[in-house]
C-alpha cells in the first residue's frame, strides 16, 4: 500500500510540474523561427532557419557587411539536412546536416556548407570546418520582401531551386539528384508484384523523365485493362502517343479520356484531356 502512495504522489508531482512548465510565460523572438520540408529525390531537405526584418534599415552593404560572413538569417546559424546524397550547384555532398553560411557581396555571393552545426551566429564559425563553397549571382527584385525568406521553387524529382530573398535582393541555389537509376531499381521491383497500386506514378516518372516511351505505354495498356473507366491513363496515353508521333492515337485517347471524365463528372481530367487533345490537334 505504501509504495502506492509513492507512486501516486510522483505521478502528481510529475503532473504539477508539467502544469507549472506549461503556465511559465512566453517571449516570442522578434526574429521568427522556419523550417522548410521539402520532398527531393527519393529523400528529404530540411532547413531551419530565422527570419529577421528589414524595419526601416540598410541591408545588404548596411546591417550585413558586404564580404563577411553570415549566419544567413537570425539567432542560431541556418542548418541544411539531406535525407540522401545531392549534388548542389554541381558539387556532390553526402547525406548530413550541416550550418548553411554566406558571404555576401555586391556582385557575389560565396555560400558555405560547413560540418559543424548549432552555432550561434557565425562568431565561431571555422573556414577549417567547411565542408563546401561555391558562389551564386544575386539579382535586384522590384517588390520588397520585409522578413527574410527561404523557398523552393522549380521543383521536380530531379532538381530543385532554393530561393534567398530580403529586401530587394535574392539570390538562388540549384539542387539536383542523381537518384534516377534508384527510382527506375525501384519502379523495376514494385512491377514484379501486383502493379495496379504503381501503375501511375510510375508512368508519370516515365514520362516526365523522358524514359523509355514504348514501356509506359505498354503499363498504361495494361492500367486500362484493370480500370476501364480511369480517365487519367487515356491522359498519359495521349500524351506518351503523341510523343511518339502518334496524332491519332493521341487524339482518340484524350477524346475517350474527355468523355470517361465527363460521365464520372471529373471536371480535373475533363480539363486535362481537353488540354492534351488541343495539343495533339
Not at 524595419?55 to 546559424?77: L, Q, S
Not at 564559425?125 to 520588397?144: G, M, N, S
Not at 514484379?192 to 524514359?211: L, T, V
Not at 498504361?220 to 508521333?245: C, N
Amino acid at each position: 500500500m505504501r509504495k502506492t502512495y509513492l507512486l501516486l504522489a510522483t505521478v502528481l508531482l510529475a503532473c504539477v510540474s508539467l502544469k507549472s512548465y506549461a503556465q511559465v510565460p512566453r517571449i516570442p523572438e522578434a526574429s521568427s523561427t522556419q523550417t522548410l520540408i521539402q520532398d527531393f529525390g527519393l529523400g528529404k531537405i530540411s532547413i531551419t532557419y530565422s527570419r529577421p526584418n528589414v524595419k526601416d534599415r540598410k541591408i545588404f552593404g548596411g546591417i550585413i557587411p558586404y564580404g563577411e560572413v553570415w549566419r544567413t538569417g537570425a539567432n542560431a546559424a541556418t542548418t541544411i539536412t539531406f535525407t540522401e546524397k545531392v549534388i548542389i550547384e554541381g558539387h556532390n555532398v553526402p547525406a548530413g546536416t550541416y550550418s548553411l553560411f554566406t558571404i555576401p557581396e555586391r556582385n557575389e555571393w560565396t555560400v558555405i556548407l560547413n560540418k559543424t552545426v548549432k552555432q550561434w551566429g557565425a562568431y565561431s564559425y571555422k573556414q577549417a570546418d567547411d565542408l563546401l563553397r561555391f558562389t551564386i549571382k544575386p539579382i535586384r527584385v522590384a517588390e520588397k520582401r520585409e522578413t527574410f525568406t527561404m523557398a523552393f521553387a522549380n521543383s521536380s524529382t530531379q532538381s530543385s531551386d532554393l530561393y534567398l530573398v530580403w529586401d530587394h535582393t535574392a539570390a538562388a541555389i540549384h539542387f539536383q539528384t542523381d537518384d534516377d537509376a534508384k527510382i527506375t531499381a525501384n519502379i523495376d521491383e514494385l512491377m514484379k508484384g501486383d502493379r495496379k497500386p504503381y501503375y501511375f506514378n510510375a508512368i508519370q516518372y516515365y514520362y516526365e523523365n523522358h524514359k523509355d516511351v514504348e514501356k509506359a505505354l505498354g503499363w498504361v495498356y495494361e492500367a486500362e485493362k484493370s480500370d476501364p473507366k480511369g480517365s487519367w491513363f487515356k491522359l498519359w496515353e495521349s500524351r506518351l502517343l503523341l510523343r511518339m508521333g502518334d496524332k491519332a492515337g493521341a487524339i482518340a485517347a484524350a477524346t475517350e479520356g474527355i468523355r470517361l471524365a465527363k460521365a464520372s463528372k471529373d471536371d480535373e481530367y475533363a480539363r486535362l484531356n481537353q488540354e492534351a487533345l488541343d495539343q495533339a490537334n
